[in-house]
Nanobody, 128 residues
């Protein structure tokens, strides 16, 4: 079993930055991917970014491309989401997720059902 714990959320003004962390523990896999999703009140949980553990390939939603950067520290089993130039519409609960299978399709990595484990989420609030 895998446990995921997010941290780093908070309140920030528009244009500011935050760095989210997701620490994984338990039974982890080297041939997997981790993703970040977010969910605003009354909205669907949407894809933000994903990264492959081994190759480091990254994928981003169009809405965050150029502003957010996903990275990983394999030794620490931790994934980060550096969020710059934050906008009020970025306000949401951010969740990290782990795909225990080696998903080849970049399309599938953007889908919620691809991921097997989820953290509890961390709140990000961006004020205007």
């Amino acid at each position: 079993q895998v446990q995921l714990v997010e941290s780093g959320g908070g309140l920030v003004q528009a244009g500011g930055s935050l760095r989210l962390s997701c620490a994984a523990s338990g039974r982890t896999f080297s041939s997997n991917a981790m993703g970040w999703f977010r969910q605003a009140p009354g909205k669907e949980r949407e894809f933000v970014a994903a990264i492959r553990w081994s190759g480091g390939n990254t994928y981003y939603a169009d809405s965050v491309k150029g502003r957010f950067t996903i990275s990983r520290d394999n030794a620490k089993n931790t994934v980060y989401l550096q969020m710059n130039s934050l906008k009020p519409e970025d306000t949401a609960v951010y969740y990290c997720a782990l795909d225990s299978d080696w998903t080849i399709s970049t399309i599938l990595l953007r889908l919620r059902d691809t991921y097997d484990y989820w953290g509890q989420g961390t709140q990000v609030t961006v004020s205007s």
